[in-house]
């Protein structure tokens, strides 16, 4: 093998574990039955409501239009409000191909699973995206595979006001 294929070899392998390691799985949800007590968010400005964790960190972001969960210091659901030029800037749904059809909150929607780009970090998304008003809502949670019974509660209980 010549030094030229050589380097090309170890360029490919050193960008392929960087972005390995840039994969950020995040750490399980809790269960069902270790909630203390289910909260109550309510964005007055975007219009949702819905039910969370005690356990989870809400925190508001975009000047007020979007809400971020934690557990243990980990982005474990997202709400996002926005147009599709703002989402691609985000790293967001935009740029992914929709799976089929959804339904949240009465309204019909499109689901992405993709990996959100937050700086250097890819993180895996399963997203629930509706039409609202002027732009679209995603309800995201950052995990891959399927929705636990946590995420499946916090999904059935959204509701737009």
Not at 57 to 79: C, M, N, P, S, T
Not at 100 to 129: A, K, N, W
Request: hydrophobic share 35%.
């Amino acid at each position: 093998m010549s030094v030229h294929a050589r380097r090309i070899a170890l360029a490919i392998l050193v960008t392929a574990a960087a972005l390995t390691g840039c994969t950020k799985r995040g750490p399980e949800t809790i269960g069902i039955g270790e909630v203390s007590k289910w909260e109550t968010y309510t964005n007055e400005q975007v219009g949702y409501t819905f039910q969370y964790p005690a356990e989870f960190e809400a925190r508001d972001h975009h000047e007020g239009r979007d809400v971020v969960l934690r557990y243990k210091g980990y982005q474990i659901v997202a709400i996002n409000y926005c147009d599709e030029e703002e989402a691609r800037a985000r790293g967001l749904w935009a740029d992914a191909e929709p799976e089929g059809q959804i339904e949240l909150s009465g309204r019909t929607g499109r689901l992405y699973r993709y990996q959100h780009q937050d700086t250097f970090t890819l993180m895996p998304c399963i997203s629930f995206v509706v039409p609202h008003r002027d732009r679209s809502l995603g309800l995201e949670f950052r995990r891959e595979g399927e929705l636990d019974a946590v995420m499946k509660r916090i999904r059935q209980t959204f509701r737009f006001l």
